[in-house]
């Protein structure tokens, strides 16, 4: 019955958005984020621990200001995400900026397929939808949802434009055949997996167990691996951004697999700096036993900056 409930919910709330302007939509998601911060005690904790530990010289004022900030952008996010999905793939289009895609051209034009990377930061389920319209439909790897309703429904709004979605079992061989056939498979790198093959790299200075997945079949098959975001511009736009393919370890690397993930991780970390409000900081993804691990970050620098205005905003950032 409680499943029932959200998904009637979620179906109610995507026929309102559907006509109420973008900014109407933008500001009553914001009002449900801030709603959620004032009343999800446990997730509101994780979020000030998560950011005091990555950001520990800003104020406890400011942390609470940015907290405030990522709550209110994933309740503008699920309010403005519902409405973009019900746009025809002009309208769509219409409402998105593109940068970089030539990257992903010349990635596809290399012949070995392509991993598209992301993680839960900015507007990361635009990147599928559009990239199918722009380039060429993917492969999204995916968890199903709890609720098989709302998984339903997700699982609809990712396919809309030609996408398919992979679930956990057989995903491994439909990837290789995917990327064998030279096509794009999206992922995300920046949740806790407690899989046999994870390995340890350094996210803000602090071990985090990683999904090995696509490093070690980029290195086996040859796939280029490119980091795509989507960042918000105003009144339902966004500017999806592509990324230069991260370089692959040298032959004379002791871990290839884990030097590449940490490449990749660290090109997440640089834009989580720059946009901290924009990633899923309730998220747990440091966890008691993830041991430190000693890797080289050389290919792309963190940016730096950890003063803050009274608002919660680096004063200085890439």
Same mark, same amino acid.
Not at 40 to 53: K, P, Q, S, W, Y
Not at 242 to 267: G, I, K, N, W
Not at 294 to 311: K, L, W
């Given at each position: =019955? *409680?499943?029932?409930?959200?998904?009637?919910?979620?179906?109610?709330?995507?026929?309102?958005?559907?006509?109420?302007?973008?900014?109407?939509?933008? #500001?009553?998601?914001?009002?449900?984020? @801030?709603?959620?911060?004032?009343?999800?005690?446990?997730?509101?904790?994780?979020? @000030?621990?998560? $950011?005091?530990? #990555?950001?520990?010289?800003?104020?406890?004022? #400011? *942390?609470?200001?940015?907290?405030?900030?990522?709550?209110?952008?994933?309740?503008?996010?699920?309010?403005? $995400?519902?409405?973009?999905?019900?746009?025809?793939?002009?309208?769509?289009?219409?409402?998105? &900026? %593109?940068?970089?895609?030539?990257?992903?051209?010349?990635?596809?034009?290399?012949?070995?397929?392509?991993?598209?990377?992301?993680?839960?930061?900015? %507007?990361?389920?635009?990147?599928?939808?559009?990239?199918?319209?722009? $380039?060429?439909?993917?492969?999204?790897?995916?968890?199903?949802?709890?609720?098989?309703?709302?998984?339903?429904?997700?699982?609809? =709004?990712?396919?809309?434009?030609?996408?398919?979605?992979?679930?956990?079992?057989?995903?491994?061989?439909?990837?290789?055949? =995917?990327? &064998?056939?030279?096509?794009?498979?999206?992922?995300?790198?920046?949740?806790?997996?407690?899989?046999?093959?994870?390995? *340890?790299?350094?996210?803000?200075?602090?071990?985090?167990?990683?999904?090995?997945?696509? #490093?070690? =079949?980029?290195?086996?098959?040859?796939?280029?691996?490119?980091?795509?975001?989507?960042?918000?511009?105003?009144?339902?736009?966004?500017?999806?951004?592509?990324?230069? +393919?991260?370089?692959?370890?040298?032959?004379?690397?002791?871990? +290839?697999?884990?030097?590449?993930?940490?490449?990749?991780?660290?090109?997440?970390?640089?834009?989580?700096?720059?946009? +901290?409000?924009?990633?899923?900081?309730?998220?747990?993804?440091?966890?008691?036993?993830? &041991?430190?691990?000693?890797?080289?970050?050389?290919?792309?620098?963190?940016?730096?900056?950890?003063?803050?205005?009274?608002?919660? *905003?680096?004063?200085?950032?890439?």
């Amino acid at each position: =019955m *409680r499943h029932r409930l959200e998904y009637w919910l979620i179906a109610i709330v995507t026929s309102a958005v559907r006509v109420i302007p973008w900014g109407l939509v933008g #500001a009553a998601g914001s009002v449900l984020g @801030l709603a959620f911060f004032a009343l999800d005690g446990a997730h509101r904790r994780i979020t @000030l621990a998560n $950011l005091e530990a #990555a950001f520990p010289v800003r104020t406890a004022r #400011a *942390r609470r200001v940015l907290a405030r900030r990522v709550f209110a952008h994933f309740g503008r996010l699920l309010f403005e $995400l519902l409405k973009f999905s019900t746009l025809t793939p002009p309208q769509m289009l219409a409402r998105v &900026e %593109f940068d970089g895609d030539d990257h992903a051209r010349q990635a596809y034009a290399y012949g070995r397929g392509v991993f598209f990377f992301t993680g839960h930061f900015g %507007f990361w389920e635009v990147c599928g939808i559009v990239h199918a319209l722009r $380039l060429a439909p993917i492969g999204l790897l995916a968890r199903p949802l709890d609720n098989p309703f709302l998984n339903d429904l997700l699982e609809r =709004m990712r396919e809309c434009t030609g996408n398919s979605v992979i679930y956990r079992r057989g995903a491994a061989r439909r990837v290789l055949r =995917m990327l &064998e056939s030279n096509q794009g498979v999206a992922i995300l790198i920046d949740q806790h997996t407690h899989e046999p093959d994870a390995v *340890r790299v350094e996210f803000f200075d602090r071990p985090v167990a990683t999904t090995s997945s696509m #490093a070690a =079949m980029a290195l086996r098959t040859g796939a280029r691996a490119i980091p795509v975001f989507a960042i918000p511009i105003g009144s339902g736009r966004y500017r999806m951004i592509y990324e230069h +393919p991260v370089e692959m370890p040298p032959a004379s690397s002791a871990d +290839p697999v884990l030097e590449f993930t940490q490449r990749c991780t660290d090109v997440l970390e640089m834009y989580v700096r720059r946009y +901290p409000e924009l990633w899923l900081w309730m998220h747990r993804r440091w966890r008691n036993g993830d &041991e430190r691990v000693a890797t080289e970050r050389e290919i792309v620098p963190a940016a730096s900056g950890e003063a803050d205005d009274e608002n919660g *905003r680096p004063v200085s950032e890439d």
